[in-house]
């Protein structure tokens, strides 16, 4: 099938001219591809990214959609066993922390808080292609695809939503999913990081610090000094969090309410947001060069 597909390519490609319609022979992406094209992005860049595009994951935008009881818990990040590894990766980075702290004013407890709590230093950073999510969410702007979900989803959770609002919340998905999108092609320009390398969690969150291309493309930092910015290395890590929470007010948050605040921009959740400061607490309770 594979060589009969090779043998089939010089045809394909005599019959247009448009690199995209050459390529993406299932035309899931055909539209999305047009319309980063109408905003710019040259036609070779598109074709080659879409190259490597898993078709679009219906069944992960399925679960995405589930309706979920009750708050995220992130209590057991509190446990000893997580404080200790948190002050072991200071530790282990006490020079890249102090380096952090004077270029941007942000203290070592509340970074390692957030790598700690989004990928426990990188352990688990997410295999979903980041490309296919943001592909994927995109082209929830077309009904039909809209449809194939509403179809996986339990009765339960058709019920729950009702075919209205969970049509409104996959548009709103489709246009920060376009952005973000346009924002990994930007990365590719400026960075040159190769849309199709990327994996990630299910919403396309990156690296240690689980950035969205948007942030990475204005938070992105480079602390290892070897030019580039790579959010699966702990110093680039270290600098790219310091960088969103100063841009983000931290430096100037000095009471609970709006320290809260700033947290609040990295995760919608107050829980998220509580686990945050407390962890960072008990880092500094523990270390008594900071707990002044
Ligand atoms: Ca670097």
Redesign the pocket.
Known sequence: MRNRLIFMLPFLMLLSFDPVVAHSARGDYSSLERKLMQDGFSSRQVALAFQSAPPPMFKLVCLTMKVRKGEANYDHFLAPSEISAAHQFIAEHRSCFRRAHTAYGVEPEIIAAILLIETHFGSYTGRTPTLGVFSTFAVMDQKANRDKVWKLLSPQDRRKWGREAFDRKLLDRSDWAYQELSALLELENTHGIRPGSLKGSVMGAIGWPQFLPSSLVKFGA?????????LF?A??AVFSTANYLRAHGWCEARLLPDREAVIWNYNHSRAYVRAVLAIAQELRIENPERSQ
């Open positions: 480079d602390g290892n000094g070897d030019g580039r910015v790579d290395n110093e680039d």
